[in-house]
Protein backbone atom coordinates (compact mmCIF):
# COMPACT_ATOMS: atom_id res chain seq x y z
CA UNK A 1 0.00 0.00 0.00
CA UNK A 2 1.36 3.73 -0.75
CA UNK A 3 1.56 5.69 2.52
CA UNK A 4 0.86 9.29 2.06
CA UNK A 5 2.56 11.39 5.00
CA UNK A 6 1.74 14.97 5.71
CA UNK A 7 3.96 18.06 7.16
CA UNK A 8 3.55 19.72 9.60
CA UNK A 9 0.68 17.95 11.37
CA UNK A 10 -0.32 21.39 12.43
CA UNK A 11 0.47 24.78 11.57
CA UNK A 12 -0.37 28.18 13.10
CA UNK A 13 -0.86 31.00 10.86
CA UNK A 14 -2.19 34.50 10.96
CA UNK A 15 -4.96 36.29 8.70
CA UNK A 16 -2.67 37.44 5.17
CA UNK A 17 -0.27 35.02 6.04
CA UNK A 18 0.79 32.38 2.60
CA UNK A 19 1.36 29.10 4.05
CA UNK A 20 2.68 25.82 2.74
CA UNK A 21 1.75 21.78 3.39
CA UNK A 22 3.99 18.60 1.77
CA UNK A 23 2.32 16.08 1.28
CA UNK A 24 4.86 12.63 0.64
CA UNK A 25 3.89 9.52 -1.52
CA UNK A 26 6.07 6.19 0.19
CA UNK A 27 6.09 5.19 -4.18
CA UNK A 28 5.24 7.21 -7.05
CA UNK A 29 1.75 8.45 -7.30
CA UNK A 30 2.42 10.45 -10.68
CA UNK A 31 -0.33 12.76 -10.95
CA UNK A 32 -3.04 10.92 -8.95
CA UNK A 33 -3.12 13.53 -6.06
CA UNK A 34 -5.99 15.17 -4.63
CA UNK A 35 -6.07 17.98 -1.48
CA UNK A 36 -9.13 18.03 0.74
CA UNK A 37 -10.41 20.61 3.42
CA UNK A 38 -12.39 19.46 6.48
CA UNK A 39 -13.78 21.78 9.02
CA UNK A 40 -14.90 20.50 12.33
CA UNK A 41 -18.43 18.21 12.32
CA UNK A 42 -18.45 18.54 8.67
CA UNK A 43 -17.82 16.56 5.34
CA UNK A 44 -14.38 17.18 3.56
CA UNK A 45 -14.36 19.41 0.40
CA UNK A 46 -12.09 18.70 -2.84
CA UNK A 47 -9.97 21.26 -3.43
CA UNK A 48 -7.41 20.22 -5.99
CA UNK A 49 -7.40 17.29 -8.17
CA UNK A 50 -4.67 15.64 -10.58
CA UNK A 51 -2.02 17.41 -8.23
CA UNK A 52 -2.37 20.97 -9.26
CA UNK A 53 -5.95 21.38 -11.28
CA UNK A 54 -8.08 23.74 -9.10
CA UNK A 55 -11.50 22.16 -8.15
CA UNK A 56 -14.83 24.23 -9.38
CA UNK A 57 -15.48 26.91 -6.87
CA UNK A 58 -12.82 27.17 -5.18
CA UNK A 59 -10.77 30.52 -4.15
CA UNK A 60 -7.90 30.76 -6.45
CA UNK A 61 -5.62 31.53 -3.55
CA UNK A 62 -5.56 27.82 -3.08
CA UNK A 63 -2.63 25.91 -5.43
CA UNK A 64 -1.42 22.71 -5.55
CA UNK A 65 2.23 21.38 -7.34
CA UNK A 66 4.04 18.09 -7.27
CA UNK A 67 4.45 15.28 -9.07
CA UNK A 68 6.08 11.31 -8.53
CA UNK A 69 6.54 11.60 -4.35
CA UNK A 70 6.35 15.01 -3.61
CA UNK A 71 3.07 17.68 -3.18
CA UNK A 72 2.31 20.75 -1.85
CA UNK A 73 -0.34 22.41 -1.18
CA UNK A 74 -0.17 26.32 -0.48
CA UNK A 75 -2.78 28.81 0.46
CA UNK A 76 -1.80 32.81 0.10
CA UNK A 77 -3.21 35.57 1.93
CA UNK A 78 -4.49 33.34 4.54
CA UNK A 79 -8.59 34.05 4.59
CA UNK A 80 -10.50 33.54 8.30
CA UNK A 81 -12.82 30.51 6.11
CA UNK A 82 -9.29 28.79 5.81
CA UNK A 83 -8.44 27.39 9.13
CA UNK A 84 -9.27 24.26 8.94
CA UNK A 85 -7.96 20.62 8.68
CA UNK A 86 -6.16 19.39 5.42
CA UNK A 87 -6.02 15.76 3.87
CA UNK A 88 -4.05 14.60 0.92
CA UNK A 89 -5.27 11.40 -0.74
CA UNK A 90 -3.49 9.51 -3.75
CA UNK A 91 -5.47 7.98 -6.27
CA UNK A 92 -2.85 6.15 -8.60
CA UNK A 93 -3.47 2.57 -7.26
CA UNK A 94 -6.16 0.68 -4.86
CA UNK A 95 -6.08 1.08 -2.18
CA UNK A 96 -6.17 4.99 -2.05
CA UNK A 97 -4.75 6.36 0.67
CA UNK A 98 -4.87 9.76 2.60
CA UNK A 99 -2.54 11.12 4.77
CA UNK A 100 -2.74 12.09 8.01
CA UNK A 101 -3.98 15.58 8.16
CA UNK A 102 -2.53 19.20 8.52
CA UNK A 103 -4.62 21.13 11.10
CA UNK A 104 -4.07 24.90 10.35
CA UNK A 105 -4.71 27.03 13.43
CA UNK A 106 -5.15 30.64 13.83
CA UNK A 107 -1.87 32.57 15.40
CA UNK B 1 -29.89 20.47 -5.88
CA UNK B 2 -27.09 17.95 -6.16
CA UNK B 3 -26.60 16.01 -2.71
CA UNK B 4 -26.25 12.77 -1.42
CA UNK B 5 -27.70 11.03 1.58
CA UNK B 6 -26.51 8.62 3.95
CA UNK B 7 -28.46 6.94 6.43
CA UNK B 8 -28.48 3.16 8.24
CA UNK B 9 -25.94 3.85 10.67
CA UNK B 10 -26.37 3.06 14.49
CA UNK B 11 -25.12 1.01 17.64
CA UNK B 12 -24.07 -2.33 16.79
CA UNK B 13 -22.83 -4.99 18.87
CA UNK B 14 -19.33 -6.41 18.18
CA UNK B 15 -20.10 -9.44 15.34
CA UNK B 16 -23.21 -7.62 13.96
CA UNK B 17 -23.90 -6.07 10.75
CA UNK B 18 -25.34 -3.08 9.67
CA UNK B 19 -26.50 -2.12 5.83
CA UNK B 20 -25.35 1.65 5.06
CA UNK B 21 -27.35 3.50 2.26
CA UNK B 22 -26.59 6.61 0.08
CA UNK B 23 -29.26 8.46 -1.59
CA UNK B 24 -28.14 10.53 -4.64
CA UNK B 25 -30.61 12.98 -6.23
CA UNK B 26 -29.60 16.32 -8.66
CA UNK B 27 -26.86 14.26 -11.06
CA UNK B 28 -27.15 11.23 -13.35
CA UNK B 29 -26.04 8.90 -10.61
CA UNK B 30 -25.37 5.96 -12.90
CA UNK B 31 -22.26 7.78 -14.74
CA UNK B 32 -20.51 8.33 -11.34
CA UNK B 33 -18.06 5.63 -9.60
CA UNK B 34 -18.69 6.33 -6.12
CA UNK B 35 -16.74 5.57 -2.82
CA UNK B 36 -17.31 5.18 0.96
CA UNK B 37 -15.02 7.20 3.20
CA UNK B 38 -14.96 6.95 6.64
CA UNK B 39 -13.35 8.92 10.28
CA UNK B 40 -13.08 7.30 13.32
CA UNK B 41 -14.17 10.01 16.14
CA UNK B 42 -11.12 12.45 16.26
CA UNK B 43 -9.25 10.65 13.52
CA UNK B 44 -8.48 11.41 10.26
CA UNK B 45 -9.74 9.88 7.02
CA UNK B 46 -9.50 6.33 5.88
CA UNK B 47 -11.01 5.42 2.57
CA UNK B 48 -13.04 2.23 2.51
CA UNK B 49 -14.54 1.00 -0.65
CA UNK B 50 -14.87 1.96 -4.48
CA UNK B 51 -17.23 0.85 -7.09
CA UNK B 52 -17.59 1.63 -10.33
CA UNK B 53 -20.89 3.20 -12.62
CA UNK B 54 -21.55 -0.40 -13.75
CA UNK B 55 -21.41 -1.94 -10.31
CA UNK B 56 -18.87 -4.30 -12.17
CA UNK B 57 -16.26 -3.98 -10.46
CA UNK B 58 -15.04 -3.05 -6.87
CA UNK B 59 -12.13 -2.27 -4.49
CA UNK B 60 -11.52 -2.60 -0.50
CA UNK B 61 -9.80 -1.27 2.07
CA UNK B 62 -7.40 -4.29 3.91
CA UNK B 63 -8.88 -3.39 6.77
CA UNK B 64 -12.67 -3.98 5.87
CA UNK B 65 -11.81 -6.80 2.69
CA UNK B 66 -13.85 -9.84 3.57
CA UNK B 67 -16.44 -8.27 5.79
CA UNK B 68 -17.45 -5.00 3.93
CA UNK B 69 -19.61 -5.41 0.56
CA UNK B 70 -20.19 -1.90 -1.50
CA UNK B 71 -23.06 -2.26 -4.27
CA UNK B 72 -25.32 -0.31 -5.95
CA UNK B 73 -28.81 0.16 -7.96
CA UNK B 74 -28.55 2.80 -10.76
CA UNK B 75 -32.76 2.25 -11.09
CA UNK B 76 -32.92 3.70 -7.47
CA UNK B 77 -30.43 6.34 -7.53
CA UNK B 78 -28.78 4.76 -4.63
CA UNK B 79 -25.29 3.17 -2.97
CA UNK B 80 -24.79 0.26 -0.45
CA UNK B 81 -22.63 -0.38 1.90
CA UNK B 82 -23.14 -4.16 3.65
CA UNK B 83 -20.97 -4.33 6.67
CA UNK B 84 -20.45 -7.97 8.46
CA UNK B 85 -18.45 -9.00 11.48
CA UNK B 86 -18.22 -5.28 12.72
CA UNK B 87 -15.58 -5.05 15.34
CA UNK B 88 -14.96 -1.52 18.16
CA UNK B 89 -12.31 -0.42 15.34
CA UNK B 90 -14.92 -0.04 12.82
CA UNK B 91 -16.83 3.09 14.67
CA UNK B 92 -16.81 5.77 12.64
CA UNK B 93 -19.01 8.19 10.99
CA UNK B 94 -19.36 7.12 7.14
CA UNK B 95 -19.38 9.18 4.28
CA UNK B 96 -20.07 8.42 0.81
CA UNK B 97 -18.92 10.86 -2.18
CA UNK B 98 -19.00 10.45 -6.20
CA UNK B 99 -15.77 10.61 -8.40
CA UNK B 100 -15.42 14.24 -9.99
CA UNK B 101 -15.42 12.00 -13.41
CA UNK B 102 -13.19 11.60 -16.17
CA UNK B 103 -9.29 12.86 -16.14
CA UNK B 104 -7.09 12.70 -19.20
CA UNK B 105 -7.76 9.26 -20.62
CA UNK B 106 -9.36 7.90 -17.45
CA UNK B 107 -12.59 7.18 -16.84
CA UNK B 108 -11.76 8.58 -13.12
CA UNK B 109 -9.91 10.87 -11.41
CA UNK B 110 -10.03 9.31 -8.29
CA UNK B 111 -10.92 12.44 -6.47
CA UNK B 112 -14.05 13.19 -4.66
CA UNK B 113 -15.76 16.04 -5.12
CA UNK B 114 -20.03 15.24 -3.79
CA UNK B 115 -20.49 14.53 -0.08
CA UNK B 116 -22.72 12.92 2.01
CA UNK B 117 -23.37 14.67 5.47
CA UNK B 118 -22.19 11.38 7.03
CA UNK B 119 -24.19 8.58 8.88
CA UNK B 120 -22.54 7.19 12.55
CA UNK B 121 -21.86 3.97 12.89
CA UNK B 122 -21.37 2.82 16.69
CA UNK B 123 -19.48 -0.59 17.58
CA UNK B 124 -20.11 -1.43 21.11
CA UNK B 125 -21.70 -3.97 23.97
Known amino acids: DIQMTQSPSSVSASVGDRVTITCRAS??????LAWYQQKPGKAPKLLIY???SLQSGVPSRFSGSGSGTEFTLTIRSLQPEDFATYYC?????????FGQGTKLEIK | EVQLVESGGGLVQPGGSLRLSCAAS????????MTWVRQAPGKGLEWVSY????????WYADSVKGRFTISRDNAKNSLYLQMNSLRAEDTAVYYC??????????????????WGQGTMVTVSS
Open chain 2, 97 to 114: ATDRGPYSSSPNSGAFDI
Open chain 2, 26 to 33: GFTFSTYY
Open chain 2, 51 to 58: IISSGTST
Open chain 1, 27 to 32: QGVSSW
Open chain 1, 50 to 52: AAS
Open chain 1, 89 to 97: QQANSFPYT
